[in-house]
Nanobody
Framework: QVQLVESGGGLVQAGGSLRLSCAAS????????MGWFRQAPGNEREFVAG????????NYADSVKGRFTISRDNAKNTVYLQMNSLKPEDTAVYYC???????????????WGPGTQVTVSS
C-alpha cells in the first residue's frame, strides 16, 4: 500500500517555473514506477511523465518534452516534476501515481494522490 500527497502547485505566469513534489508513504517506494498525470476541466486525465523505479529511464508526453523533468529521491520517498517554460495550456490539476512494473502512458496505475492545481496565466 502506498499513499501519495502532491504539493507545489500554484499560480504562475507564462514562461515561469514550478516544481511539484509527491511524498509517498511506505518502505518500498523505490520498488514503484512513478508517474505524473494532469487533467484540465472537460478533458481526460493525461500522462505527463514517468520514471522507472531505480534507474534513470524516463518517458515524457510530447507536449512537455524539453520543458518538464521528472526525478526521484528514494531516500526521501519523494518524486518531483520540475516544470519550466510553462504555458497556459499546462493549466490543470496534476496528479502523481505509482505502480509496479514498467512505465506506461495510460491511467492504469495502482495508487494516486489527490492532486495539486497548477494555473498558468498568459
Amino acid at each position: 500500500q502506498v499513499q501519495l500527497v502532491e504539493s507545489g502547485g500554484g499560480l504562475v505566469q507564462a514562461g515561469g517555473s514550478l516544481r511539484l513534489s509527491c511524498a509517498a508513504s511506505g518502505r518500498t517506494f523505490s520498488s514503484y514506477t512513478m508517474g505524473w498525470f494532469r487533467q484540465a476541466p472537460g478533458n481526460e486525465r493525461e500522462f505527463v511523465a514517468g520514471l522507472w523505479r531505480n534507474s534513470g529511464q524516463t518517458n515524457y508526453a510530447d507536449s512537455v518534452k524539453g520543458r518538464f523533468t521528472i526525478s526521484r529521491d528514494n531516500a526521501k520517498n519523494t518524486v518531483y516534476l520540475q516544470m519550466n517554460s510553462l504555458k497556459p495550456e499546462d493549466t490543470a490539476v496534476y496528479y502523481c501515481a505509482a505502480k509496479i512494473g514498467v512505465i506506461i502512458a495510460t491511467v492504469q496505475y495502482d495508487y494516486w494522490g489527490p492532486g495539486t492545481q497548477v494555473t498558468v496565466s498568459s
